[in-house]
């Protein structure tokens, strides 16, 4: 079955930086666009960053082009997501997600920045 296994989350302070990892297995990763997204509380889930299957293309939201970086690494079935400068509007869990058939999520994993 599909899995997503996300990695990396903490608590950090403003101007810090945090490498999110998400691992998949269950399908072939190195074919898939590969997304990032986040949700704050009492806001709506929102794609953060995206990436192609041979790493060509990316997407970022504009509130995060910049400070965050997306990449991948399909020999070991990862895709990362590199924060830098990061601010406390930044704070929330953030997902790993792959469109199939059906959308897949991961567990989430908390991103915290405060002083």
């Known amino acids: 079955q599909v899995q997503l296994v996300e990695s990396g989350g903490g608590l950090v302070q403003p101007g810090g930086s945090l490498r999110l990892s998400c691992v998949g297995s269950g399908f072939t990763f190195s074919i898939y666009t590969m997304n990032w997204y986040r949700q704050a509380p009492g806001k709506e889930r929102e794609l953060v960053a995206a990436i192609t299957s041979t790493s060509r293309s990316t997407n970022y939201a504009d509130s995060v082009k910049g400070r965050f970086t997306i990449s991948r690494h399909n020999a070991k079935n990862t895709v990362y997501l590199q924060m830098n400068s990061l601010k406390p509007e930044d704070t929330a869990v953030y997902y790993c997600?792959?469109?199939?058939?059906?959308?897949?999520w991961g567990q989430g994993t908390q991103v915290t920045v405060s002083s």
């Open positions: 997600n792959v469109k199939l058939k059906y959308d897949y």
